[in-house]
């Protein structure tokens, strides 16, 4: 070893010294280390603000339902709809005396539900309608589909053909989840018809790994009027999450519209934070798209927006507009549907192509916070051109309100609405009008009439019509004029879903009619009408669909639906119904308010389901005109290819 | 220089101390969240408790946590539906149609809500998820409801109905 330094030696030693020093340094390191991790965990645990709840485990049911309540729910009032809420007017949960057995549930009232001429594929799951559109003749229905059970899940496309959107024969499954960017759902999406001919659908993907893309596809043959089979792009996705939107918030494109530049646009819902967003996208050829910095439009607080809708409506014409036109009696309609509660939510406003910006006429009443298009169980609507009648038509999901266990055990959860046309309200200019379309007419069979009959205070009048579960009412009624002139002036704002229904009685309501009743009225269904005379003499009329009477059964919603509906000078009171087994669909003053709901009696079936008039004012008697029909079924079944085109 | 090895290492502790306190707005998760969450649901120390059984759930996010419950509720059918197999074999008669009906109604929780829920908090839509475990509440109620006299499940049915309305809050967080 050679020695340089004269240190040599003291090197030695010092190394030595060094390494017990190295020691020592280490085991200081160490206590310090230990001493740091202690004082942070006690840092840590003097944060801890533990607020001890004494635990609950056995408060009786009706205490859970209130705290549920309160925690859970953001109320009735605010149209928030939870299942575990629509036990609040059962009498809380507990046992009531006289009420039946908690399933009552057998094979005759399951099947009873099946609707007879509302679209339901034969068994199992559905959700939101696809891709509605009109092609070579034939109107086509895509929809979310579950082919393995009675719940979400394991969502395919589901296809069906109509002529007159009434008739409908079950296609094949138009698309299943076979690629990894849609092996976790085949999700929502929108066709476009290319004026050459071709046609383009968009639709969310759930990929492999859960993220939220937008996939092309488009018919394997345009000669085929039944589009059966359907190819996917091969360089799918067209469009992933955009920098700055989360991969579970990005899902329904559109319906592309033409630019004036010549390219098709198209929006996409998401959020941002707590507010709704849409987003746009220009393309040229569906493949790769361009993403327009503005937002077609955003509403604080609305949360994720699902299904977002947008087209324009004639202010002029009674006819629909296709989603490209562009001229000056146009107004356009934003639509959303609401993740949080559920329902569809639409505003009239107008549309700056350069500044790609959508302005609600009342931003008080903006999408999301404003109208809806459906008082009841309706979303995740989406409308379409029907280019063969001109009009727009409307189609909306229409889910349970009863168990999961019914469910289950019926085979089947889900309905469609009857496609409903859309168009502006000339009367008000400030909503839409929906009617359900003129095709449902050809079900009517035997009608009866009943002209001004004259309804007492009090008075539930029977109304002899054969059966009671397949019906078209359309209803006029009045009350009278001397009553609203002495009627005192009321500030009491009427709200359907807190009023306590039918059966509380008011100076000028309600006034209706008992559907799905039975004869000892143990179970019926009132939709009715209330009206209020405000503190400027002006009427406000409500139009409400009342579930709280509607089953014996305590695991149903129980839930009164409704709203206001404006009723302009010289008009009557007018009421249509659609009745057709588990689902009563109500239009008011031609459409201005619609309530759709689900009704699962135990006894008021078949041929014991009654019709009644009833008329529950103090001040008033009602004068009532109505045409009931008998609806036919409109035998939905297998396309089978020997039959008749 | 021999001071500076000890100065590096005092550095050093500092330092790491400086890290580790201001680790926990670093940390994805902690205790904080599991509070924070548990605050809105209907039951604070039942959640706190379920949660703290797994493992995963200092370091899980909301959708985590919603996850960890569903799990959660699968365990309590699965009790409920143990006894009900007990009790089904030597009831007194008059339970027997309670006892049927509270099979089904636990069926429909193991088949089809709590499925439901998984795949709706795994692949994004959570609506479904709320759907799924407030239908678990119907059901456990259901069951309860059916017993003309005292119900032999009262515990396991509460049990169910309270993890599904903590599952539900949770999942209102995502919405």
């Given amino acids: 070893m050679r020695n340089d330094s004269p240190y040599t030696p003291l090197l030695n030693n010092g190394s030595h010294n060094n390494n017990r020093n190295k020691e020592i340094h280490l085991i200081v390191f160490g206590f310090l280390l230990l001493a740091s991790l202690i004082t942070f965990s006690g840092y840590i645990a003097s944060n801890n603000n533990v607020v001890s709840v004494v635990p609950h485990a056995d408060v009786s049911f009706s205490d859970e339902v209130t705290k549920t309540n309160t925690v859970v729910s953001r109320g009735v009032s605010a149209g928030v709809s939870e299942k575990s809420n629509m036990f609040l007017s059962a009498a809380g949960g507990n046992k009531v005396v006289g009420e039946s057995e908690s399933f009552p549930w057998n094979n005759t009232m399951l099947s009873w539900q099946r609707t007879a001429f509302h679209f339901q594929p034969e068994k199992n799951w559905m959700n939101d309608p696809n891709g509605p559109m009109y092609y070579k003749g034939w109107y086509h229905f895509f929809y979310q589909y579950n082919p393995n059970g009675a719940v979400w899940g394991d969502i395919v496309w589901g296809h069906a053909v109509s002529r007159d959107m009434i008739h409908w024969l079950h296609l094949p499954l138009a698309m299943v989840a076979d690629q990894w960017y849609d092996s976790n759902g085949v999700w929502t999406g929108s066709a476009t018809l290319l004026p050459d001919g071709q046609v383009i659908m968009l639709y969310t993907g759930s990929t492999n790994e859960s993220v939220q893309v937008q996939n092309l596809a488009y018919p394997a043959d345009l000669n085929d009027p039944l589009l059966v089979d359907w190819i996917k792009y091969p360089s799918n996705p067209v469009l992933v999450p955009p920098p700055g939107i989360l991969p579970k918030d990005f899902r329904d494109p559109t319906t592309a519209w033409l630019t004036s530049e010549g390219k098709w646009r198209i929006t996409i819902g998401s959020k941002l934070n707590k507010t709704g967003i849409a987003l746009v996208y220009d393309t040229v050829d569906f493949k790769t798209y361009e993403r327009k910095e503005n937002l077609l439009n955003a509403v604080p607080g609305t949360g994720m927006w699902e299904c977002v809708d947008f087209f324009p409506v004639s202010k002029k014409s009674e006819n629909g507009l296709d989603t490209s036109f562009k001229g000056d009696d146009v107004k356009h309609v934003m639509k959303v549907s609401l993740d949080d509660d559920r329902h569809d939510y639409y505003a009239l406003g107008t549309y700056d192509e350069k500044k790609v910006q959508f302005i609600a006429d009342d931003l008080k009443n903006d999408v999301g916070i404003g109208l809806r298009y459906d008082y009841g169980i309706f979303y995740a609507s989406k409308t379409f051109y029907d280019q063969k009648k001109d009009r727009r038509v409307l189609w909306g999901w229409i889910g349970e309100s009863d168990s999961e266990y019914a469910d289950v055990a019926k085979g089947w959860a889900s309905v469609q609405s009857i496609p409903r046309i859309v168009k502006l309200d000339k009367k008000t200019g400030s909503n839409l009008l929906q009617w359900p379309v003129a095709e449902v007419e050809s079900l009517r069979l035997k009608s009866d009439e009943f002209k001004n009959l004259k309804v007492k205070p009090g008075a539930v009048v029977s109304l002899d019509i054969e059966t009671a579960t397949q019906l078209d009412i359309i209803a006029e009624f009045e009350i009278d004029k001397e009553a609203l002139e002495k009627t005192a002036e009321s500030n009491v704002e009427y709200e359907c879903s807190t009023s306590g229904g039918a059966s509380k009685r008011g100076a000028l309501g309600p006034f209706g009619l008992y559907v799905l009743a039975d004869g000892d009225l143990s179970e019926y269904t009132p939709v009715y009408f209330y009206v209020v005379k405000g503190s400027n003499g002006k009427l406000k009329t409500s139009i409400c669909s009342d579930q709280s009477r509607s089953s014996l059964a305590n695991d149903v919603h129980k839930q009164i639906y409704g709203s206001v509906v404006p009723v302009l000078e010289g008009e009557k009171l007018s009421l249509r119904i659609l009745v057709d087994h588990s689902i009563v669909e109500s239009f008011a003053q031609g459409g201005r308010t619609c309530i759709t709901s689900r009704v699962y009696p135990t006894r008021a079936i078949y041929g014991a389901a009654k019709l009644f008039i009833f008329n529950n004012a103090i001040e008033t008697n009602v004068t009532a005109s109505l045409k009931v029909w008998q609806m036919n079924s409109a035998f939905i079944r297998p396309y089978h290819p020997d039959q008749k085109r | ?175």
Avoid: W
Avoid at chain 2, 40 to 58: E, F, G, M, R
Avoid at chain 2, 151 to 156: F, G, K, M, Q, R
């Fill in chain 2, 1 to 175: 220089m021999t001071m500076l090895k000890p100065i590096s290492f005092l550095i050093l502790i500092v330092c790491t101390n400086f890290v580790v306190i201001e680790c926990r707005t670093i940390q994805p998760n902690d205790e904080n969240l599991i509070q924070q969450i548990c605050k809105k649901t209907p039951n604070y120390a039942l959640c706190i408790q379920y949660l703290h059984s797994d493992p995963k759930a200092p370091s899980a996010d909301v959708r985590g946590l919603a996850l960890i419950m569903v799990n959660v509720m699968k365990n309590k059918a699965n009790i409920a539906i143990n006894k009900i197999h007990q009790l089904i074999g030597k009831s007194p008669p008059d339970q027997k149609e309670a006892l049927d009906n509270c099979a089904d109604n636990y069926n429909a929780i193991v088949v089809a809500d709590i499925p439901e829920a998984t795949e709706a908090l795994l692949k994004g839509n959570p609506k479904f998820a709320e759907d799924g475990a407030n239908d678990a509440v119907v059901e456990a109620r259901g069951c309860e409801n059916g017993f003309k006299g005292k119900s032999p499940l009262t515990a396991e049915n509460n049990a169910m109905r309270d993890a599904s309305a903590i599952t539900a809050a949770i999942v209102r967080n995502l919405l």
